[in-house]
């Protein structure tokens, strides 16, 4: 059965993972990931997880990528705390735990729907582009993009860190707890030792050279040359301190004193590729407050978050573009659905390419991209019975003339996902980056730095046209991350979202197609074998019932490839009960009361 993916197939994606240096895909050992679980509650979780089962909670529920950090959250809700004071006490964690995937020195997005009125918004903590910045940021000498990673190594690739502000914003807005206890199980998880993970043991492996090329980063990931080991104990005392002056002085250290100082130094001063990051572009950055993107989707309304982020349209477009089809008359194993689910995949990165980006600087027809009638007008291509031979943009309805080039701008598969609902009714669904796995490899303050600039198109023009995702000074880099709350008559009914650069917005769309079409619960959902299609071949999960269908969809038109897939999804489904997913490609787990 499709459903089938099993620990014994997860082990298999390990090893020709770790080849993939610098790509936050490696999958976690089954044992070594259920010997993080340190309280009876995360053990027990994780055997739920292992044995296919959601957990089933009725006050609260938090699904998160690491045992240690969902156990610090926990400690919050059960507490009284809010789910906003929960995510900051899981995000400090994580930072710690899994420092390649997200931390302080990265940003975040973050979507909220709020218990008591009902309302929803967002806040975008995304990196900025230094004021400095210029469209040539990326570019050699000739005027010619980079190598990808001769952008991302070093300080040139280093936008403004978001995620100390939204930490603080939003515990501004909602939190109920003191904010200086929020962070007492990272301080003393960082002073006292946390015991490495099999995921970061594989992680630091596999990117040894580059972590390798920086003193300060080598010193704490290759202690003596080596790399850490699963099951060493690290300490972390320069984290220690840092969070301990975030708990005492708020977010003042981060952005106007000392910790702003070593960070803009550390930028500054890298021999091999500096950055142009400066004093002032700290202490000038501020999170907004955005109205989330919200697209029909039967009887529900799918709600995330918009430009700079593609996620909320693209997903909004894949489910709107599918809304005349009968998906779950079709189910997951038939390859007819999956074609439908491809090329509207491929019609929404087709627009995401020429139009999405930092809506700040650039226009961008947010509503006219999730239009009912647009999205209509458009499913008619998807009426054959093979794959679309070529797919382009639409022209949504806009009042703007929109002369822009086609781009599709790299983003490695890494960040991170947290998924929270509290006693008070309030939802929190927020993913986190530092872009690609451990970032810049710069650390500073115990937390790399973040290259989210990379996530910039290299090019600023195609053939004179301009690209909406070109660097501009104080610009937001677009991004894929698609943290979402589906609503159904104004109520949450699933709160969901996942790392995994650009083919997030794929793990997304069909999570909820699982669970909304399918009726699979939410461990099923986020299990489920991954099929992604972004730009015309069809990537299918390896060692699982995905690669069952290679033969169909190639016989339909599509060339597939067979490789790792893997996601960080987690998950809550609302209803008379609360049941947590946590992805079993990775070591998280969901805990709840």
């Given at each position: 059965m499709l459903l089938r993916i099993g620990l014994i197939a997860l082990l298999?994606?390990?090893?020709?993972?770790?080849?993939?240096?610098?790509?936050?895909?490696?999958?976690?050992?089954?044992?070594?990931?259920?010997?993080?679980?340190?309280?009876?509650?995360?053990?027990?979780?994780?055997?739920?997880?292992?044995?296919?089962?959601?957990?089933?909670?009725?006050?609260?529920?938090?699904?998160?990528?690491?045992?240690?950090?969902?156990d610090a959250g926990a400690k919050i809700l059960r507490a009284g705390g809010s789910a906003a004071d929960a995510m900051v006490?899981?995000?400090a964690v994580l930072g710690l735990v899994e420092p390649q995937s997200s931390g302080l020195g990265g940003g975040a997005f973050l979507v909220w729907y709020d218990g008591a009125s009902g309302d929803?918004?967002?806040?975008?903590?995304?990196?900025t582009a230094p004021l400095a910045a210029t469209p040539q940021l990326f570019q050699d000498a000739d005027g010619e993009p980079l190598q990808f990673f001769d952008a991302v190594v070093g300080g040139r690739s280093v936008g403004t860190p978001g995620i100390p502000a939204l930490l603080h914003a939003a515990h501004t807005r909602w939190g109920r707890a003191e904010w200086a206890g929020l962070f007492d199980d990272a301080i003393a998880l960082a002073r006292d030792g946390f015991t490495v993970s099999p995921r970061m043991e594989a992680m630091v492996a596999g990117d040894a050279e580059r972590l390798a090329r920086h003193e300060v980063t080598a010193a704490y990931l290759l202690p003596n040359g080596a790399p850490v080991n699963a099951g060493?104990?690290?300490?972390?005392?320069?984290?220690?301190?840092?969070?301990?002056?975030?708990?005492?002085?708020?977010?003042?250290?981060f952005y106007t004193g000392d910790i702003a100082a070593d960070i803009?130094?550390?930028?500054?001063?890298?021999?091999?590729?500096?950055?142009?990051?400066?004093?002032?572009d700290l202490a000038i950055y501020a999170v907004k407050e955005r109205a989330p993107v919200c697209a029909r989707y039967r009887v529900w309304q799918v709600c995330g978050m918009g430009p700079p982020s593609s996620g909320a349209l693209a997903v909004g477009q894949i489910l709107g573009l599918l809304e005349g089809t009968d998906m779950a008359a079709l189910g997951p194993r038939s390859p007819e659905a999956w074609r439908l689910i491809g090329d509207a995949s491929r019609l929404a990165?087709?627009?995401?390419?020429?139009?999405?980006?930092?809506?700040?600087?650039?226009?961008?027809?947010?509503?006219?991209?999730?239009?009912?009638?647009?999205?209509?007008?458009?499913?008619?291509?998807l009426g054959g019975d093979d794959a679309l031979p070529e797919v382009s943009p639409g022209t949504p309805e806009f009042d703007h003339s929109l002369n822009r080039a086609d781009d599709a701008a790299i983003e490695m598969p890494s960040t991170s996902h947290i998924s929270i609902v509290d006693q008070y009714g309030n939802a929190l669904s927020m993913t986190s980056s530092i872009e690609n796995a451990f970032?810049?490899?710069?650390?500073?303050?115990?937390?790399?730095?973040?290259?989210?600039?990379?996530?910039?198109?290299?090019?600023?023009?195609?053939?004179?046209?301009?690209?909406?995702?070109r660097v501009e000074p104080g610009k937001r880099p677009r991004s894929s991350m698609a943290p979402t709350i589906v609503l159904k008559d104004g109520k949450p009914v699933l709160v969901v979202g996942s790392p995994g650069g650009s083919q997030i917005i794929g793990y997304v769309a069909k999570t909820i197609?699982?669970?909304?079409?399918?009726?699979?619960?939410?461990?099923?959902?986020?299990?489920?074998?991954?099929?992604?299609?972004?730009?015309?071949?069809?990537?299918?999960?390896?060692?699982?019932?995905?690669?069952?269908?290679?033969?169909?969809?190639?016989?339909?038109?599509?060339?597939?490839?067979?490789?790792?897939?893997?996601?960080?999804l987690h998950a809550i489904s609302i209803g008379q009960t609360l049941l947590g997913g946590a992805d079993p490609r990775r070591e998280g787990i969901a805990i709840g009361d």
């Open positions: 298999a994606l390990t090893a020709p993972a770790r080849a993939q240096q610098a790509s936050d895909t490696v999958a976690p050992e089954a044992a070594g990931a259920g010997s993080l679980a340190t309280s009876a509650e995360a053990r027990a979780s994780f055997d739920a997880k292992a044995a296919g089962r959601p957990v089933e909670a009725r006050n609260w529920m938090i699904s998160a990528a690491n045992p240690l950090a969902v006490a899981v995000q929803m918004t967002t806040l975008d903590g995304r990196e060493d104990r690290l300490t972390n005392p320069a984290y220690a301190d840092t969070l301990r002056q975030l708990a005492d002085h708020g977010t003042a250290p803009v130094n550390t930028v500054r001063g890298e021999t091999d590729n500096p950055g142009v990051l400066a004093k002032v990165f087709a627009d995401r390419g020429r139009y999405v980006a930092d809506s700040d600087f650039v226009p961008v027809p947010t509503a006219g991209l999730v239009d009912p009638g647009y999205l209509a007008a458009r499913a008619e291509l970032g810049s490899r710069l650390m500073v303050g115990g937390f790399l730095l973040n290259n989210q600039l990379t996530d910039f198109s290299f090019r600023s023009h195609r053939d004179g046209i301009p690209i909406a995702n197609i699982a669970h909304l079409d399918w009726g699979m619960d939410v461990q099923a959902a986020v299990a489920l074998p991954h099929l992604v299609n972004r730009f015309g071949p069809y990537e299918l999960e390896i060692a699982t019932d995905a690669l069952d269908l290679a033969v169909p969809l190639r016989e339909m038109g599509y060339e597939t490839n067979a490789r790792p897939l893997t996601s960080g």
